[in-house]
């Protein structure tokens, strides 16, 4: 198929990729125009130099952008997708943003003939570059049954969970669970270290019981080496959790622990680790320690 895809970041970067491998001509726009450039060298497809002319004539119209500016901007700017996509066409929108900037953004694609689908994934960088990620999907069934087979080239899990928001809203449940994770598992780590153990050796064996998880058995090494440039940006993780807590004070949602570990990650951001892995929480336990 003919398809466009806005944002060039960490995550978009391969996620585009990936589309072009799967054999569809693919059309990239990025703010920093060098990183297209880039992209379109190595995948061997074509850039254009505003979101409008990116999407000329795509069949599908991908964005993965940082934030509900960003999109609105990239989507309803003068020369956002809005004003190039054609009638028919689905726009399909990665970014973890807010129910209520989908739901918007759904109800003026619907005005032209365009179909919407709010589309946040997880599985971080590592995820986007295996072409492993688990989709979480709101909007119409044949916006979805359109995209979703293209969505295949990087995804392992694809889900239409209800209409407009309903994807926004599951990664928001998404997040939640991570960050009470993280926060366990540092505190686990730095437990077993105080108490004397080998963190190694006992993470080995409960990582395949009843405490395993994705992040005990992805995270586990890197937080006893106290190696944490990478990954998910703490940054990133406060600018979601603003996003559920906004969203669970709408609601009626009691989160107590996700507002605690929030403050946790704001701790973080004031020790100079706002770009550090989202499992840097265990530096603020350790802080002070040599």
Not at 19 to 35: F, I, P
Not at 46 to 52: D, G, I, K, L, V
Not at 101 to 118: K, P, Y
Not at 205 to 214: D, E, K, N, R
């Amino acid at each position: 198929m003919n398809v466009s895809f806005i944002g060039l970041g960490v995550m978009g970067y391969p996620m585009a990729g990936h589309l072009a491998k799967a054999g569809h001509d693919v059309t990239v726009y990025n703010r920093t125009t060098a990183k297209a450039e880039t992209w379109t060298e190595e995948h061997k497809g074509s850039y254009a130099t505003t979101p409008a002319k990116a999407c000329a004539g795509a069949d599908i119209v991908f964005v993965c952008v940082g934030n509900d500016n960003d999109l609105r901007e990239v989507v309803c700017g003068n020369e956002g997708v809005l004003s190039g996509i054609k009638k028919g066409a689905v726009l399909v929108d990665h970014t973890t943003a807010s129910a209520d900037i989908a739901r918007e953004i759904a109800g003026l694609a619907l005005d032209q003939g365009v179909g919407f689908l709010d589309a946040p994934v997880s599985g971080g960088q590592a995820g986007a570059e295996n072409g492993v990620l688990s989709v979480m999907v709101g909007g119409d069934e044949a916006s979805f049954a359109t995209a979703s087979p293209v969505m295949d080239s990087y995804s392992k899990s694809i889900r239409l969970l209800g209409e407009a928001g309903s994807g926004q809203l599951a990664k928001m449940v998404n997040q939640i669970c991570i960050g009470g994770l993280v926060q366990a598992l540092s505190e686990a780590v730095h437990f077993a270290k105080r108490a004397g153990l080998d963190a190694e050796q006992v993470f080995d064996v409960i990582q395949h019981g009843a405490a395993g998880s994705w992040q005990m058995v992805n995270r586990h090494q890197t937080m006893i080496n106290d190696e944490f440039d990478f990954g998910f940006a703490v940054d990133w993780m406060r600018k979601d959790f603003n996003i559920v807590l906004d969203e669970a004070r709408k609601n009626g949602a009691r989160l107590p622990v996700t507002a605690i570990v929030d403050q946790f990650y704001a701790d973080v951001q004031e020790m100079g680790g706002g770009r550090l892995d989202t499992s840097s929480l265990l530096k603020r336990l350790e802080k002070g320690e040599k």
